[in-house]
């Protein structure tokens, strides 16, 4: 069993910087960010394979966030830098437990079998 939890969210004006983490106990293979916008589907915006060093990001937001992991994996982080208002919403850590998945399915929420509760970030012009 995973169990997740995130904080970090808030407020911030556009151009600024936020760092979402999400406090991890059990064992990952493959973890991302989602995030939900009102009244938009949840969309994946980072993900890591926790077993080693490969990480993947939405055109969005490429070049803008990192995902990262510790050491211990137990803790996974989302450096948000130069936000823009598009990137409020409610932010989600998932976990997967157990495959590699190809590419094209890797941003789907429906490979990943945990979630965070979410933390609200919103971004104001």
């Known amino acids: 069993q995973v169990q997740l939890v995130e904080s970090g969210g808030g407020s911030v004006q556009a151009g600024g910087s936020l760092s979402l983490s999400c406090a991890v106990s059990g064992y990952t293979y493959r973890m991302g960010w989602f995030r939900q916008a009102a009244g938009k589907e949840r969309e994946g915006v980072a993900v890591i394979y926790t077993r080693g060093v490969n990480t993947y990001y939405a055109d969005s937001v490429k070049g803008r966030f990192t995902i990262s992991q510790d050491n211990a994996k137990t803790t996974l982080y989302l450096e948000m830098d130069s936000l823009k208002p598009e990137d409020t919403a409610m932010y989600y850590c998932?976990?997967?437990?157990?495959?590699?998945?190809?590419?094209?399915?890797?941003?789907?929420?429906?490979?990943?079998?945990?979630w965070g509760q979410g933390t609200q970030v919103t971004v104001s012009s």
């Open positions: 998932a976990a997967a437990t157990d495959r590699w998945v190809p590419l094209t399915r890797l941003f789907l929420d429906n490979e990943y079998k945990y």
